[in-house]
T-cell receptor, first 111, second 112 residues
Framework: EDQVTQSPEALRLQEGESSSLNCSYTVSGLRGLFWYRQDPGKGPEFLFTLYSAGEEKEKERLKATLTKKESFLHITAPKPEDSATYLCAVQAGGSNYKLTFGKGTLLTVNP | DADVTQTPRNRITKTGKRIMLECSQTKGHDRMYWYRQDPGLGLRLIYYSFDVKDINKGEISDGYSVSRQAQAKFSLSLESAIPNQTALYFC???????????FGQGTRLTVV
């Protein structure tokens, strides 16, 4: 059974204080790993897709990396507007390509 | 206008009532999904459809049914609502394998 574990469950940072969120996964034949951002009361918004170990993607203050067991979402010099829940999901081969989500990390950035 | 539109956005219903949640998309995607989100449990897949004639159960399909009326429309029904179906429901679409999913804004359903 595909499993995705995100840590920490919640993270509180000061503005400008860089940190990382972790997504560890167990999946049979990884097809892709996805990061989403979700604001309260809204649907998840796509951030990145990573397909193979060693791959990295960047967008503004966010950088996602992937190994064979886990992915990290690095947040550099965060701002209050980066506050949100960050979701990780995996897509496995042989399971009709559905997404399995982690429970998310709630990030709060204080000014 | 949103690419993936869910109606209603909020709904309160009574135990035992039948309720339908609707989803329409303008992205032209073949694949559509219904997810449920509960605090502490994350997003869980209820049903998914890869085209109009293809409907598949997800991990938590009991108590739910779906209808794919057209490529752009995918409805979720609760035949007899119960309180533990109170949750945030999301519709999503994608255009094929290994591609990102686009989510609607969600429907907050409360069963009393």
């Amino acid at each position: 059974e595909d499993q995705v574990t995100q840590s920490p469950e919640a993270l509180r940072l000061q503005e400008g204080e860089s940190s990382s969120l972790n997504c560890s996964y167990t999946v049979s034949g990884l097809r892709g790993l996805f990061w989403y951002r979700q604001d309260p009361g809204k649907g998840p918004e796509f951030l990145f897709t990573l397909y193979s170990a060693g791959e990295e993607k960047e967008k503004e203050r966010l950088k996602a990396t992937l190994t064979k067991k886990e992915s990290f979402l690095h947040i550099t010099a965060p701002k209050p507007e980066d506050s949100a829940t960050y979701l990780c999901a995996v897509q496995a081969g042989g399971s009709n390509y559905k997404l399995t989500f982690g429970k998310g990390t709630l990030l709060t950035v204080n000014p | 206008d949103a690419d993936v539109t869910q109606t209603p956005r909020n709904r309160i219903t009574k135990t035992g009532k039948r309720i339908m949640l609707e989803c329409s998309q303008t992205k032209g995607h073949d694949r559509m999904y219904w997810y449920r989100q509960d605090p502490g449990l994350g997003l869980r897949l209820i049903y998914y459809s890869f085209d109009v004639k293809d409907i598949n159960k997800g991990e938590i399909s009991d108590g739910y049914s779906v209808s794919r009326q057209a490529q752009a429309k995918f409805s979720l029904s609760l035949e007899s609502a119960i309180p533990n179906q109170t949750a945030l429901y999301f519709c999503a679409t994608s255009d094929g394998m290994r591609t990102k999913a686009f989510f609607g804004q969600g429907t907050r359903l409360t069963v009393v």
